[in-house]
Each structure stands twice: as structure tokens, then as C-alpha cells.
């Protein structure tokens, strides 16, 4: 099965920006790649998600590596709310399911 | 709009004892998920509905049975809980197809079993 690497935890001042990256070596052509977030004591939020092309929404960009083994989550101007879990998810072609990993944790400091 | 609806909040079990736990979402969603979380750890998909009528094992199904009742509503029974079972439990949905695959989640159910 296809699987995602991410760092245990991040650091990121206020209004700076982040970069969250994730590893997907064994990504196959038509997997998509997910990122998620989940806020303390809450269920987990879609932020964005892509196959090739990078990809940008209100909340975040998606960088794609060009040989897709790697991605990077970029949150532009980090804010005390987006500290939180980030999961970097593959979902696979082959598969109707959507599995989470251990995420990154993400501080953020004023 | 109500979104995902997981029913109850809290629960405490003995040892043993069954309960079901109910989830519902009113977008009109083919796919349905369960998922549990143990303190500080990443979530774990239990079973899965790809759609009404369907249901598969994820990656930790032992020990639970689900039941798709319907479009809108998917259940999660332990029919003889453990303390191991002690987490917290979230239900998702999505439209599920191949270029919208975004779950929507519910606010968990924290189960302790004693």
C-alpha cells in the first residue's frame, strides 16, 4: 500500500510562513494526494488536495513535486489557529478507503 | 445544515457490554467512514462504505461490525467492548469520486471502557 512520511512536529513563528512536507515514495500514477488538519478536540478538516499540478485554495497552497514523490504543504501567513495536526493522506485508485497517518504536529508561536 | 451527526457525545462501558454507535449526514454522500483515535496517535479507519449497500474492513476492524442502514446513516457496533476499545471514534463522508474524494467529519464520540 501506498504510505506518507512526515515529520513528527514543526515549529513556525506567527505570520510566517510554513512549509509541511510529506514523502510518498511508492505513489502510483493516478493516486491523489490529501492533506488534513485537525484543530485540538475536533475532527479533522480538508485543506487541499491535488494530482499533478500544484494546486492553491483560501486556506493553503499544494506544491507537487515534479516526479510526485514528495509533496509540500505551504500555509502562507501562519496564525495561532493553525496550530494543529496536519495529515498528509494518498488516496489510492485501487482503494475506497482514505487512511490517516501520524500527521505533523504544527506550533505555532506568537 | 447539520453535516455529520454522531450520536452520542460521551459513553462509558463495562467491560463487555454492547453499544452502537450512530452516525448520520444529510449531503447526500455515497461514501461513509469510521475511524477511531487513541491519545496522540493519527486515526484509524475501522470500516468503510464506498456506498448504500456496501461495507469493507480498514485497517483495524476487529471487534466491530457496521452497518450501512441507509444513504444517509452508518453504524458502528461493539458487540462485546474492551478496554482497548477506549478511544475516541469519528465518522466521515464524502461524494467519493475520483477527483472529490473530501471527507467531511463529525465532532467524535469518546468512548471509555472500564
Known amino acids: 500500500d501506498a504510505k506518507t512520511t512526515q515529520p513528527n512536529s514543526m515549529e513556525s513563528n506567527e505570520e510566517e510562513p510554513v512549509h509541511l512536507p510529506c514523502n510518498h515514495s511508492t505513489i502510483s500514477g493516478t493516486d491523489y494526494i490529501h492533506w488534513y488538519r485537525q484543530l485540538p478536540s475536533q475532527g479533522p478538516e480538508y485543506v487541499i488536495h491535488?494530482?499533478?499540478s500544484n494546486v492553491n485554495n483560501r486556506m493553503a497552497s499544494l506544491a507537487i513535486a515534479e516526479d510526485r514523490k514528495s509533496s509540500t504543504l505551504i500555509l502562507h501567513r501562519a496564525t495561532l489557529r493553525d496550530a494543529a495536526v496536519y495529515y498528509c493522506i494518498l488516496r489510492e485508485s485501487k482503494n475506497n478507503d482514505m487512511r490517516f497517518g501520524a500527521g505533523t504536529r504544527l506550533t505555532v508561536k506568537p | 445544515n447539520a453535516g455529520v451527526t454522531q450520536t452520542p457525545k460521551f459513553q462509558v462501558l463495562k467491560t463487555g457490554q454492547s453499544m452502537t454507535l450512530q452516525c448520520a449526514q444529510d449531503?447526500?454522500?455515497?461514501?461513509m467512514y469510521w475511524y477511531r483515535q487513541d491519545p496522540g496517535m493519527g486515526l484509524r479507519l475501522i470500516y468503510y462504505?464506498?456506498?448504500?449497500?456496501?461495507?469493507d474492513k480498514g485497517e483495524v476492524p476487529n471487534g466491530y461490525n457496521v452497518s450501512r442502514l441507509n444513504k444517509r446513516e452508518f453504524s458502528l457496533r461493539l458487540e462485546s467492548a474492551a478496554p482497548s476499545q477506549t478511544s475516541v471514534y469519528f465518522c466521515?463522508?464524502?461524494?467519493?469520486?475520483?477527483?472529490?474524494?473530501?471527507?467531511?467529519f463529525g465532532s467524535g464520540t469518546q468512548l471509555s471502557v472500564l
Open positions: 462504505s464506498a456506498s448504500e449497500g456496501t461495507t
Open positions: 491535488g494530482l499533478t
Open positions: 449531503m447526500n454522500h455515497n461514501s
Open positions: 466521515a463522508s464524502s461524494y467519493s469520486t475520483p477527483t472529490n474524494e473530501k471527507l467531511f
